[in-house]
């Protein structure tokens, strides 16, 4: 029957709504609503300096809590439509549209209010690494590449490429990817971590199974105000570019890498045609790393966490293609018996546990 039916699509998201009305419950959104609210009513409220920036808060905050009243209210609405119109199959087929709008509404906000971080709303980059493993891991950085583009894809996520250093025989050694969009960082922080792949090699003559490994390192992009750098402490080198960019690359020393000297971080740029403008996007990564570091060694001195090496033991997600099918994510346990849709991109069921594990 339709009613049953659509009671088990309600009953779905059952999970959904919980985690829903607890991140409202935990968050500061209801009460920061009522405060911004009763400072707009004030007489001199227009004549403060920073009402744009406040107005724009209340409205972000309106827009949300507009959102959390229609899915928390419709989903006990139609479950008691539901039960009322139980037998009539002409109302239920209204009803059913509602209920297809609700499921993905209470999907994009539940990952909303996961989505709570100061730095969960910046741009980010991607850089992705091959580990040891020549060829093999080569070409397992470069499906990571093709899964996060995908991602992106899906997501309405800008990403351009901004740096490509092809592999000796196939795939790639590194690459690095720059992401626009809303909650860009906040979606993709995930993913910051070593990834396994098990497969038989299509490089191997003898079909045998190998493991490969490559890192994928995820960095919001921050204000340059948050971080200085000494201009002495920076080597800035030149190059004829190479592999994906374009016919112009190959033409000139367009391409540009810094080296920070105190710390040993590169980055580089070969993606635009101006040697100026790869400057420009090598420093703002530069800016993003170096404060991404700082964060993490003060994390790693309060908790004790040491900086793990691209190899076995140290994977956050393992992607088994033989003997059987799996992803398998290590530290929320999800699991997913269809490694190829999420090759292609489809990411989101992972994140979303990753999101909900870290309010536990």
């Known amino acids: 029957m339709l009613s049953d039916e659509l009671k088990e699509q309600l009953k779905s998201i059952s999970p959904d709504i919980e985690i829903i009305k607890q991140s409202w419950d935990q968050s500061q959104f209801e009460s920061e609503f009522q405060s911004l609210e009763q400072q707009t009513i004030q007489e001199d409220f227009w004549k403060r300096t920073d009402q744009t920036e406040i107005l724009k808060l209340l409205q972000h905050i309106k827009n949300l809590r507009q959102q959390y009243i229609f899915v928390t209210s419709n989903y006990q609405d139609l479950n008691e439509l539901i039960d009322l119109f139980s037998h009539d199959e002409q109302e239920l087929s209204k009803i059913k549209i509602e209920v297809g709008q609700l499921v993905k509404k209470a999907l994009a906000l539940k990952v909303q209010l996961l989505l709570h971080e100061p730095q969960d709303q910046s741009n980010c980059f991607i850089s992705i690494n091959a580990g040891a493993g020549g060829t093999e891991s080569q070409d397992w950085a470069d499906m990571l590449l093709r899964m996060y583009v995908r991602f992106c894809e899906q997501q309405k996520l800008k990403a351009d490429l901004l740096d490509y250093q092809p592999g000796e025989a196939a795939g790639i050694k590194s690459a690095t990817l720059y992401i626009q969009g809303p909650h860009a960082f906040g979606l993709l922080k995930s993913e910051h971590g070593i990834h396994r792949l098990v497969r038989i090699s299509p490089y191997d003559a003898n079909k045998r199974r190998h493991t490969s490994f490559a890192a994928a390192f995820i960095t919001p992009e921050l204000p340059e105000e948050n971080i200085s750098i000494d201009q002495k402490d920076l080597r800035i080198d030149t190059y004829r570019a190479g592999g994906a960019g374009g016919q112009h690359v190959n033409k000139t020393d367009s391409a540009v890498r810094i080296t920070h000297i105190p710390t040993g971080i590169v980055v580089q740029c070969q993606s635009e045609r101006s ?37 076995w033991g140290s994977q956050i997600r393992s992607y088994v293609l033989h003997p059987y099918k799996m992803v398998k994510d290590h530290r929320t346990d999800h699991e997913s018996p269809q490694p190829e849709l999420v090759l292609n991109g489809d990411l989101m069921p992972f994140i979303e546990s990753y999101l909900v594990s870290k309010t536990k």
């Open 275 to 311: 040697q100026t403008q790869n400057k420009e996007t090598a420093m703002k990564m530069l800016y993003a790393k170096l404060a991404q570091k700082a964060q993490e060694e003060q994390e790693a001195k309060i908790a004790g966490i040491e900086k793990k090496s691209i190899e």
